[in-house]
C-alpha cells in the first residue's frame, strides 16, 4: 500500500450542519456505549413520542461544529497535509516544525458524511474533505479506515 495522502483547504461554512451531525451522532455512540440502559428507556420514549420527524441537531453541537470550523480558519492549500500509511496517521503542519504521528490504536472511531470524514482520537477530533483526498481511491480510503477504527456512516 502506498498510503493516502489529504492536501488540506479552507473549510466552507456550508459544512456546518454535517459536521454538527457527527458530533452528535459520536456523542450518542459514546454514551450508548457507556450507559445502554438509560438509552434503552430513552429509545422507549422516543419511540412512543415519534411523530415522524428527523431529529434536530441540538445548538451545542452546532456551537462545537462553529468552533472546529474556527479552529481550522488558517488553513491553506497546499501548507497542511495529512497522510495515512499501514501505521499511523501523520499530520503536517505549516509552522510545526516536527510532523505529529497518530497511531491507529489511539482512534476512538471515524464518522463519514456526505463530504467529509471526522476522525476521533486522544480526545482530539479531526475534519477531513473527501475533496481534498489526493493521493489513493476514494473508495480505498473508504476500507482503510474501515479496518483500523469503527466507521459510523451518516445518511443525508
Known amino acids: 500500500m502506498n498510503g493516502f495522502t489529504f492536501d488540506m483547504t479552507p473549510y466552507d461554512a456550508q459544512l456546518l450542519p454535517q459536521i454538527a451531525r457527527a458530533l452528535e451522532e459520536r456523542t450518542e455512540l459514546e454514551s450508548r456505549r457507556k450507559m445502554p440502559g438509560l438509552w434503552k428507556l430513552t429509545d422507549r420514549l422516543r419511540a412512543k413520542k415519534e411523530d415522524g420527524g428527523e431529529r434536530e ?42 510532523p505529529e504521528e497518530i497511531s491507529y490504536g489511539e482512534f476512538e472511531r471515524a464518522v463519514e458524511t456526505r ?42
Open 57 to 98: 441537531t441540538g445548538k451545542a453541537f452546532l456551537r462545537s461544529a462553529k468552533k472546529l470550523l474556527e479552529s481550522h480558519a488558517g488553513l491553506r492549500s497546499g501548507d497542511d497535509r495529512v497522510l495515512f500509511a499501514t501505521l499511523a496517521m501523520t499530520i503536517r503542519e505549516r509552522g510545526r516544525e516536527t
Open 115 to 156: 463530504d467529509l470524514y471526522l476522525l476521533f482520537f486522544g480526545g482530539r477530533v479531526l475534519a477531513l474533505q473527501k475533496k481534498d483526498l489526493t493521493e489513493g481511491a476514494p473508495e480505498d480510503f473508504r476500507a482503510f479506515i474501515a479496518s483500523k477504527t469503527s466507521l459510523q456512516t451518516l445518511k443525508d
